[in-house]
């Protein structure tokens, strides 16, 4: 049996990772942690956890296997460090945390440990979408990056109402989505979705970012604009907008332009297509509805991690590489569009 511990129980953790992890036979849901006492007994009884505090560093000494860090961005470094150094395999949620070093140290304490960190990346756990890495590795040296997304989460951002989620009994915290502290706006909160399937797919990391942002009057950014230069001497483009109207779906499309070829990603639209010289085509046939998202993937593979199978689809490396890039943007934008270097001295681990 696996025991689980659930650190920051707010919305997104009680809708998701912790139904994942109580439909799972092998998983004994050990403890759970939260502000707010009344929201942590519902969420205690509702899934029959054996211990609840608002103090996370009591669940320290529980006898735990696997840890889940769905706390507000700005606290997921120090406690994430904790588990993974108590011995457990962790999986955090995006953004990994908000300072690059921070999370490149987050990368060593698991290699030391000999344990698993994971990021809550769930289009990298879809099928079929690993075939663009092959389609990658036929176009040549990497020249040229687009990567953009869009959704339908201004209301989020902008302090509108959430009546979508009106229904479900722990509520989100605007503080996490609307403080520029706590890693707010729509870099941190949905940039980084596009980031982590760019950086698990392509061994890319960018090294200089110029860039300049739409801001809502909290400062936050609600629509993002970038130019980057990787390591290996690419240009890209980066961009992010919260301006899709309710009732659409996540537009996220990266195109990729190597020596001799290359690839076009639209989850939107489920395609994935490579292009080679003369007139060369290949479309990966993807079955309807593949790509839709969902987070399922990262919690059922943190189990599975620990029952010594699967692989991690979304390590620690792809997390930092995008904390980089955020953590990038949004310095140059708050500093009316300088351009900004990221020390890359040390390698990305290799996965």
Known sequence: MVKAAIIGAGHFAYRMHIPVLAARPEVVLDSVCRLGREELDLIRDEFGFAFATEDWREILDRDIDIAVIASPHNLHYAQAKAFLEKGCHVLVEKPMCLDPAEAWDLVETARRADRELLVAYGWNYKPGLDQMREMVGKIGEIEHVVCHMASFTRSIFSGGALGRWQHVAIQPDRSTWESPDQGGGYAYGQLSHALGILFWLTDLRAAEIQAITYDAPTTIDLHDAATVRFANGATGVFSGSCGVPQGH?????????????????????????????????????VPPGAWTYSCEGPANRLADIALGKGRNESPGDVGARAVEVLHALLGSAHSGGSRQSINTAPAAPTE
């Open 249 to 285: 779906g996540f537009e996220v499309d990266l195109r990729i332009y190597g020596s001799t070829g290359s690839v076009l990603l639209d989850i939107e639209t489920q395609r994935l297509t490579l292009k080679l010289p003369d007139g060369v085509t290949e479309t990966a046939a």
